[in-house]
């Protein structure tokens, strides 16, 4: 009986031909075509969103240059800086598609930043759980059930309306209430390896605590923790745009795409479709992008699934 | 045969069935009253809503001009003395008599409740009311009062053997909300609905409708899709944004009328060290720029009025230069809506030592005027434009109204440059002049909704004298020196706009636009 202690990559993948285990994740990964599509859109929204100042027409946050007599302009009109609105112009003569580029960069930005250190802090919570067991474990889950059993929007609101307004207020609130799905995750994978001999053997070398679960425990608990954390992103920049739908969360002269298609809202039954239906799609296509790529993913790291 | 009687039957059972319903109203409000206390809040959609319960000595028309209501006649006495006949044979929704023991109550009771935002004090201090007889009360001042018989016409009347010792929870829950207006009070689920039934023995006649559902719908595309889904009957605040396209829309009528509502600014003219007021970058300064006339001009003159009309306000409301249209009593013909000059603004805030600009924050309702937020918005826009690096804060009624008018130290008012509106409820000019400009004085019921704490002895000596002149043309005069002084002079408040208010029904009924803002169920009219 062989003890793996191969650090860094996923038991499964172990070298079988002559191939390293990141290049089989991508050529399977690669099988799919719709989730190399996924990933380009990720990409192109990334670039965007990274890129916004220098690729939009306008600054829709700089008062000083949005004007009000350009407000409601159709799609393609001219404005009076003599700038195209390729996109229109909101209600405050915001044009659209800069403001687009600009709430991307937000929702995005929220979406990640919140996504990552909730799952830092579930993953240390988690691994904590699964590794020490017993009443530490217990009271650990207990939390978590307690933290899952309340709608995320409710928790949500609920912070916003104490804390009050600001893109850090928001991304406080989207991790407290994600951080509990990471937490869930990583202790059901770590239970699982924590009885594997690998782990009797590094604690046999009476290696540290922190050595065993760092160095050994969490690299074999990534692959579901990747899946969870692309799929908690997407959900994370659908609840900001649902608390911003809903006027908390972000001032309103730094609209994100959320607050973009509340202002849009009030013009739908006036034929004014573009103010919400162009942030819409594309919330649509970055959820939607995000999500695919999570699919695959899990697909590919699920070894149950492997052909 | 038998089958055609029982055809027949059915029929006319069907018949009977749909004309109960057709007795039914209900309507979409966007305001909800925030008690069923009538003296609890002095807040627009409390004294609409409530007046379908409750009734006045005085009742205003739609267009505010005054008319009988519990009093049949009113004259003055003496100089400072008023005599208000009252209405014989009105009965309480509990059935007992309407006598002047419970004008004389309510007069008492109105003033002092307790934690009440905004109190009916400004029209009752400095009056005493004596009952004469059981229809006979005279009201006393301590100097002429002319404005006697309007100020009346903002109190309800409530019934001293119902509501002795009661809460305003106990209106609220429905024990002390017995009135003798034409609607018996049925239930109040907060947020969800207000149901008033008809009262049969109403003095003025049975009311056509014999159920009145109110159900508050705060958003404003989903009232309009209420209304064209059928759910409701009429709405009122119909959005600026769909007027153009319902009026082409043959299942909808729509009505329309200016109000009596100016939408302006105050500036914090008392603190040198205004917390929303700081320098470009967002430091605290210890000079306030606001306190400077010269400033107060410049950011006036800063503000494109029409273009707020136009693209926020979608045309429909008009641009104000003061405090009351050109309708109503009190307008001067001399103030004009200040013309967009950033030119002259710059010059002056030059002069005034603030050519380089400041940074400054407007916080507004989201949720209270016609789009209040977006209007917020587009002064930020164009101050900022000017050189005035302007945020903006805006949020929901319940919690701004709170801060903006003691939020701050000693319940001082909290922010430093913010947004409202005033609806005149006397339909003149003395009643904005006396809440907002005059100098803050509690005692004397000055000042009351003054949260830019403007202070000008001139002017409040101008009105102190306008409400003890009699002679209306005197009076008139007055009113219309002051509001120069107020706005002309001091620039204590800006005016931005008058609030044009948009009432929408299926086809066949008929509501005409009141300028008071009010909605009321008795009004609406069955047309063919």
Redesign the interface.
């Known amino acids: 009986m062989s003890v793996a202690m191969n650090e860094g990559s996923a038991p499964g993948a172990a070298a079988v031909r002559d191939e390293t285990p990141l290049r089989r994740f991508i050529s399977d990964f690669c099988e799919s075509k719709i989730a190399i599509a996924g990933v380009l859109g990720v990409l192109l929204i990334a670039i965007i969103a990274i890129f916004a100042p220098w690729l939009s027409p306008t600054n829709p946050y700089d008062?000083?240059t949005?004007?009000?007599?350009d407000?409601?302009l159709s799609p393609g009109k001219q404005m009076m800086s003599g700038v195209t609105a390729f996109l229109g112009t909101d209600?405050?003569?915001r044009d659209m598609l800069s403001a687009m580029f600009y709430g991307l960069r937000i929702s995005l930005g929220v979406g990640v930043a919140s996504g990552f250190v909730a799952l830092c802090i579930g993953v240390c919570v988690g691994l904590a759980a699964a590794y020490f067991g017993g009443r530490v474990d217990m009271l650990i889950m207990r939390v978590v059930d307690l933290q899952l059993s309340f709608p995320a929007i409710l928790i949500a609101l609920i912070l916003l309306a104490t804390l009050g307004?600001g893109v850090d207020k928001i991304v406080i609130a989207l991790i407290v209430v994600q951080w509990a799905y990471f937490a869930r995750t990583v202790r059901a994978t770590a239970m699982v390896e924590r009885h594997k001999e690998y782990i009797e053997a590094a604690t046999c070398l009476a290696l540290s605590h922190r050595r065993i679960v760092f160095r050994h425990l969490l690299p074999n608990c990534l692959p579901p923790l990747i899946v969870v954390g692309t799929v908690q992103v997407a959900s994370a920049i659908a609840l900001e745009a649902t608390l911003s739908f809903l006027?908390i969360g972000l001032?309103?002269?730094e609209p994100s795409l959320g607050l973009l298609i509340s202002n849009g809202?009030?013009?739908?039954?006036?034929?004014?479709y573009w103010i919400s239906i162009y942030p819409g799609l594309a919330l649509l296509f970055t959820i939607v992008s995000i999500n695919l790529v999570g699919d695959r993913l899990r697909d590919v790291l699920n070894p149950r699934l492997q052909r | 045969m038998k089958n055609i009687f029982t055809a027949l039957v059915a029929g006319a059972a069907l018949m009977a069935a749909s004309g109960a319903v057709a007795q039914e109203i209900r309507i979409g409000i966007a305001q909800e009253p925030s008690s069923i206390d009538p003296h609890f809040h002095n807040l627009g959609p409390n004294n609409g809503f409530l007046s379908h319960i409750y009734e006045r000595m005085v009742e205003q028309d739609s267009k505010q001009r005054l008319r009988p209501g519990l009093a049949v006649s009113w004259k003055p006495i003496s100089e400072t003395v008023w005599e208000f006949k009252l209405r014989k044979g009105v009965k309480w929704h509990d059935g007992s008599p309407f006598t002047a023991d419970d004008v004389v109550f309510t007069a008492e009771r109105a003033v002092n409740v307790p934690n009440s935002p905004s109190s009916f004090g400004t029209y009752l201090k400095g009056k005493t009311f004596t009952k004469i007889d059981d229809y006979t009360v005279h009201v006393s001042t301590p100097k002429p009062y002319p404005l006697m018989v309007t100020e009346m016409s903002t109190i309800m009347i409530i019934s001293k053997k119902n509501a002795q010792g009661a809460q305003t929870k106990d209106f609220n829950l429905g024990p002390a909300a017995i009135g003798t207006g034409p609607y018996k009070f049925v239930k109040w689920q907060k947020g969800d609905v207000i149901e008033f039934a008809r009262n049969d023995d109403y003095w003025g006649g049975r009311p056509k409708w014999s159920k009145v559902i109110l159900k508050p719908i705060s958003s404003?595309?989903t009232r309009?899709?209420a209304l064209l889904a059928g759910d409701v009957d009429m709405i009122d605040g119909v959005?600026t944004?769909?007027i153009?396209?319902l009026k082409g829309n043959p299942k909808v009528k729509l009505s329309q009328g200016i109000s009596n509502r100016v939408i302006y600014l105050h500036l914090d003219q008392k603190r040198d060290n205004s917390p929303f007021v700081t320098d470009k970058n967002g430091n605290p300064m210890d000079k306030n720029p606001l306190k400077d006339v010269r400033v107060r001009k410049a950011i006036s003159k800063l503000i494109?009025r029409p273009?707020?009309v136009e693209?926020?306000m979608e045309g429909i409301a008009i641009p104000a230069g003061q405090l009351v249209s050109e309708t109503f009593f009190g307008n001067t013909p001399n103030l004009k809506p200040e013309a967009f000059d950033p030119a002259a603004a710059k010059k002056l805030l030059g002069e005034a030592g603030w050519g380089d600009g400041f940074g400054l924050t407007i916080h507004g309702p989201?949720n209270r005027y016609i789009n209040d937020?977006?209007i917020?918005?587009?002064i930020?826009?164009?101050l900022?434009?000017g050189g005035i690096?302007?945020?903006?804060?805006?949020m929901p009624k319940n919690v701004y109204f709170k801060r903006a008018s003691r939020g701050g130290p000693e319940n001082s008012p909290e922010f430093s440059f913010i947004l409202v509106g005033w609806g005149s409820g006397t339909g003149e000019a003395s009643s904005p002049l006396k809440s907002l400009l005059t100098t803050y004085d509690k005692s004397k019921g000055h000042g009351a909704s003054n949260r830019g704490r403007h202070s000008n002895p001139k002017m409040d000596a101008l009105v102190v004298q306008a409400l003890a002149t009699v002679d209306d043309a005197k009076r008139k005069t007055l009113l219309q020196k002051a509001t120069e002084v107020g706005i002309g002079e001091d620039q204590g408040i800006i005016p931005l706009h008058y609030q044009v208010n948009t009432w929408a029904t299926r086809p066949g009924l008929r509501y005409d636009a009141r300028t008071d803002e009010r909605t009321l169920a008795m009004d609406i009219k069955v047309v063919k």
């Open positions: 008062l000083a949005v004007d009000i007599m407000s409601r209600g405050m003569g307004k006027g001032p309103v002269t809202f009030e013009y739908m039954l006036s034929g004014k | 404003a595309p309009v899709a959005p944004a769909d153009e396209t494109n273009a707020i693209k926020v989201n937020a977006k917020a918005e587009a930020a826009q164009m900022t434009r690096v302007t945020k903006v804060v805006t």
